[in-house]
């Protein structure tokens, strides 16, 4: 989290999890536009394989953008810890804030088990209500 990737890793990330990629210029900008991010790197290679970012009007709402892990054995496990994580800081920094999120179906089950809901109208994005 002490710096965020480059819009080229960031973009071969993505890439490799759902194929929606982003403009270089634009992704820069919305990087360096975000609250903060979240970032999982390959211990040997220095890859990233995870991501999140978190934007937010530092009022009423939060939002985590560009959730992806790199699909493998422990893809499950990291969404999970990059979602706990982003929770973690909104609660202590940015607490009041809702949260939502349009995430890939491959993290519903992490973010159901961290209390998010699945649009009842469905929508495939998810909202969490602070308890």
Known sequence: MKESPSPEAL??????CF???????RLALAL????CNASIKDEKTGRLVGFVRITSDKGLNAN?????VEPGNYQKQLIAVLVNKSLGIIRK?????????????IAFEALQSQ???????????????FR
């Not at 194929?19 to 210029?25: A, K, S």
């Not at 940015?94 to 179906?105: I, K, Q, R, W």
């Open 64 to 68: 985590l953008w560009d959730l992806a």
């Open 11 to 16: 973009n071969r990330l993505l890439a490799r």
């Open 93 to 105: 920094e940015l607490p009041g804030c809702s949260v939502s999120l349009a995430a890939p179906a």
């Open 32 to 35: 360096k536009q975000s609250y």
């Open 115 to 129: 209390g998010f809901l699945l649009d009842p109208n469905g929508i495939r994005a998810m909202t969490y209500q």
């Open 19 to 25: 194929g929606e990629t982003h403009p270089p210029r």
